[in-house]
């Protein structure tokens, strides 16, 4: 039992840490969008919520990617068991596209 648990709490200390860590197209996506954030090209995420996510009473905000080549922003919601895309112009903080109900 004691082997066991020898091999057992290594693996379950390093789950958390590799379930944390994002992806590297999502390191990528946040270190663009960072860049142009700090050059003034689009808005920042906060302001992007900011506008969206009141539009978006009853649903789940899961979270958001960045398109750093479009400017896009794309935030994921869930309500009622549908995923909905909110996309977002990144410059000017304008919902130019929604999928989903």
Do not use: C, N
């Amino acid at each position: 039992m004691k082997m066991l648990a020898a091999f057992a709490l290594p693996l379950l200390l390093a789950a958390p840490a590799a379930l944390a860590a994002p992806a590297p197209e999502q390191q990528r996506d946040q270190q663009q969008a960072w860049r142009q954030r700090q050059q003034g090209r689009i808005l920042p995420l906060r302001e992007i919520e900011a506008k969206v996510l009141p539009a978006m009473r009853g649903s789940q905000y899961l979270g958001f990617d960045f398109e750093g080549d479009s400017g896009i922003y794309t935030l994921k919601f869930l309500r009622d068991g549908t995923v909905i895309w909110v996309d977002v112009d990144g410059r000017s903080g304008q919902i130019i596209g929604r999928t989903g109900h």
